[in-house]
């Protein structure tokens, strides 16, 4: 998994909000490890984002 690192800080990126669909190819290749839309279950959002704090 990609991170930004900001002062030898990793930093794992995550988006939200109305995002094309065609754009998450970007933003996965540019380092952001999640893309959550319009009608994401919070909960399952948090589970994913909790594993993937996990893997930093």
């Known amino acids: 998994m990609s991170h ?3 002062n030898g800080a990793h930093i ?3 988006t939200g909000g109305v995002i094309p669909a065609q754009d998450y ?3 996965f ?3 952001v490890a999640g893309v959550y839309g319009p009608g994401t ?3 399952i959002a948090a589970q994913e984002i909790l594993v993937k704090l996990g893997e930093s």
């Open 41 to 43: 279950v919070i909960a």
């Open 29 to 31: 290749d540019a380092g």
């Open 4 to 6: 930004c690192c900001f």
């Open 12 to 14: 794992l990126v995550i």
């Open 25 to 27: 190819a970007f933003l």
